[in-house]
């Protein structure tokens, strides 16, 4: 995954129609008994082969793109999660998400603020991402990292640490 750009004066059937896809299924899971096959149905028409076994997104949830989320093994996501996702996302195996986070790949030019430039962002395996977090485009969280809750993660981090503060810095090995 590397830097896109996407002019928005251009049209483009297939992002709208993604686009349209993957709100309206937020929208049903939102709606939706938690834990029902009709849930776990709408689950896997969201992310199709994009997610991994024993993974579960409890709703509500934002997701501008989902065709753009690759979701590894074991995976648990808590309610309130959004993502701007043009960019690509990628979640490794065994990764914990908290309430209420953000990951943001898309950013406005600028200088034309019709020009979305993306960025991917990767979580890798074994991750713990703590409550109301914000992950910024292009950023990589290393295996086995910790972001406290309520950081703002604007750069890498490293693997093995755990990270806290806006803007986020490892502050201890683990």
């Not at 939706?32 to 896997?44: D, G």
């Not at 603020?113 to 109301?132: D, E, F, H, S, Y």
């Not at 490293?158 to 683990?174: F, H, L, M, R, Y």
Request: glycine residues 8%; hydrophobic residues 40%; neutral net charge.
């Amino acid at each position: 995954m590397s830097e896109i750009k996407i002019d928005l004066n251009i049209p483009d059937e297939e992002r709208e129609a993604e686009i349209r896809r993957s709100r309206q299924l937020c929208f049903k899971l939102g709606n939706t008994m938690p834990m029902t096959e009709e849930y776990s149905a709408l689950i896997n028409e969201l992310f199709g082969n994009n997610i991994g076994e024993n993974s579960n997104i409890d709703a509500p949830l934002y997701i501008h793109t989902a065709k753009d989320i690759k979701i590894g093994k074991n995976v648990t996501v808590l309610n309130g999660f959004k993502c701007m996702s043009m960019g690509g996302i990628s979640i490794g195996d065994n990764v914990s998400i908290s309430f209420n986070c953000t990951i943001v790949t898309n950013n406005h030019d600028l200088k034309d603020k019709n020009i979305l430039i993306c960025k991917p962002v990767i979580i890798k395996n074994n991750v713990w991402i703590g409550a109301n977090v914000t992950i910024l485009p292009g950023v990589t969280i290393g295996e086995n990292s910790v972001i406290g809750a309520g950081a703002v993660v604007t750069k890498d981090i490293p693997c093995n640490c755990v990270a806290v503060g806006s803007p986020a810095k490892p502050i201890k090995n683990i």
